[in-house]
């Protein structure tokens, strides 16, 4: 999958009206869907056909969303991200979800917006965390030999400076924080206060300054994240 082809999704929902919706809003926006409305066809299908990413209810008939998500997990020869959905927003709910496999949850009644952010999000992620490889717009990130190119132009990125370039890449299109990126960068060992922000600036003076746009943003208030012109 590429970042202009969109998401290939499996949708395991049976209530009509919002699998309508979801698709409606996911396909206008260049994902592809297919579609099961009881857990045992849900499985069926995502252990037949490549997906890259399961949007799975967890209130389902004949087979619910737990049980379906357990033996995804069981049975496919490889990682399937699974996002979760169900009207339950207690802890507990939450807790099994994660428990039998699933990388995220979104709780009814949901964004359409929040949910196609959360899905690029997570198969982001996935494709990051099992490729050598990972292409944003024109930003190549290169895990295995931990280099980073934008416009086919070589970046001669830190070993720190990589380490957040990726950590951005994962994330996206969401914000980090300054605190998460700061504690996946050092965890709890202390660090100088200002060291984020030097290398954060390290960063730009390779990736945005010999370039028209940049792309490490910062959200005042929030943290930072990646400008990418996917059009």
Known sequence: MTESNGLHVLLVEDEANIAKNIAEYMEHKG???????RGDQGL???????????????????????????ALREKADRHIPILMLTARDSIDDKVSGFQVGADDYLTKPFSLQELEVRCLALSRR??????????LGPLVIDRKRKSASRDGVALAVSSMGFKILTILAEAYPQVVSR?????KLWGDEPTESDALRSH?????????????TPLVKTIFGAGFTLAIDED
Request: with cysteine.
């Open 44 to 70: 069926d299908l995502a252990l037949e056909c490549f997906y890259d990413l399961v949007i799975l209810d967890l209130n389902l008939p004949v087979m619910d969303g737990l049980k379906v998500c357990r």
């Open 179 to 183: 605190s998460e990126l700061t504690q």
């Open 126 to 135: 996935h494709r990051l965390q099992t490729s050598d490889q990972l292409r």
């Open 31 to 37: 994902h592809i869907f297919d579609f099961a409305t």
């Open 200 to 212: 954060v600036y390290q960063l730009r003076a390779v990736i945005d300054k010999p370039f028209a």
